[in-house]
Nanobody, 124 residues
Framework: QVQLAESGGGPVQAGGSLTLSCEASGRHDFFTSYAAGWFRKAPGKVQEFVAATSWDGGRTWYADSVKGRFTISRDNAKATVWLQMHNVNPDDTGVYYC???????????????WGRGTQVTVSS
């Protein structure tokens, strides 16, 4: 199994930038074998997929709402995944969850391992 710990959340003004980090512990070989990504949950809204990266970082996927503004990356040697957020807006507010073993095989993104989340609050 793998444990995920997010960091880097906090308040940010609209138009600003923020970088979230996710460090994996436990089975390093497991973490590096599967896609990893980020989901978010805003107040009053359903949880939604944000971004994912393949096991080797060679492929990335983004929700339409963040495409061109967010960048996901990973370093398997450090067992870490990052989410760089640029030009944020109030709709980006929410709790951001790091995930491992994520896929869209069912037609929508799901994940088997979740972190506890980090709060991002964008003020206008």
């Amino acid at each position: 199994q793998v444990q995920l710990a997010e960091s880097g959340g906090g308040p940010v003004q609209a138009g600003g930038s923020l970088t979230l980090s996710c460090e994996a512990s436990g089975r390093h070989d497991f973490f590096t074998s599967y896609a990893a990504g980020w989901f978010r949950k805003a107040p009053g809204k359903v949880q939604e997929f944000v971004a994912a990266t393949s096991w080797d970082g060679g492929r990335t996927w983004y929700a339409d709402s963040v495409k061109g503004r967010f960048t996901i990356s990973r370093d398997n040697a450090k067992a870490t995944v990052w989410l760089q957020m640029h030009n944020v807006n109030p709709d980006d507010t929410g709790v951001y969850y790091c995930v491992s073993d994520t896929n869209a095989d069912s037609g929508s993104w799901t994940a088997n391992y979740w972190g506890r989340g980090t709060q991002v609050t964008v003020s206008s």
